[in-house]
């Protein structure tokens, strides 16, 4: 059996070696290029289209149209029934808005009316309290309060802990 088998690598190595010959003798050691996976009718399809494009070119005239293909279209009925459909979403599009509209306004009106009558009754008083807000003595007193010490450096607070010391 490992007869057979040492057999069969030998004459395998052998025409591996014929193989690589004849490359060599083509001209190429590598193997011939696969296909890039463009079919034939692409690619004479392809061919065509350049050949009448510099066709065009060398005459002076403009390219020529390429061919379109057919599209699956909608029949006239069924755009017919499409636009009908539309024309009735944007109808029930528009009616909501109508009345949201309607219902805003009546809001608008009620609290525009409120404030009006708000407005007149504590015009006076409003102008009172800013005033008494405004120059009030307590604010003043709580701004100072609140506000933050500027940080010292640690020479001039050691400075300032020796004078307090020896007052």
């Known amino acids: 059996m490992d007869d057979i088998i040492t057999q069969l690598e030998h004459q395998l190595q052998s025409i591996n070696n014929a193989i690589s010959a004849l490359r060599v003798v083509q001209g190429s050691d590598d193997p011939p290029a696969k296909n890039r996976g463009i079919s034939a009718a692409s690619r004479k399809r392809m061919s065509e289209a350049a050949k009448a494009y510099w066709a065009a070119k060398r005459a002076g005239k403009a390219e020529p149209e390429p061919k379109r293909k057919d599209r699956s279209r909608f029949s006239a009925a069924t755009r017919k029934r499409m636009a009908a459909a ?3 979403r944007w109808a029930a599009v528009r009616a909501a808005s109508k009345t949201a509209k309607k219902v805003v306004a009546k809001k608008v009106a009620t609290k525009k009316s409120a404030r009006k009558v708000a407005t007149k009754k504590t015009t006076a008083t409003k102008s009172v309290k800013r005033f008494a807000v405004k120059n ?10 609140t506000r933050t010490p500027k940080p010292v450096s640690a ?13």
Do not use: C, Y
């Not at 003595?137 to 709580?142: D, F, S």
């Not at 020479?155 to 007052?167: D, G, I, S």
């Open 86 to 88: 539309q024309k009735k």
């Open 136 to 145: 009030s003595p307590v604010k003043k007193v709580v701004k100072k309060a």
């Open 155 to 167: 020479p001039v607070q050691a400075e300032a802990m020796a004078a307090t010391a020896t007052e």
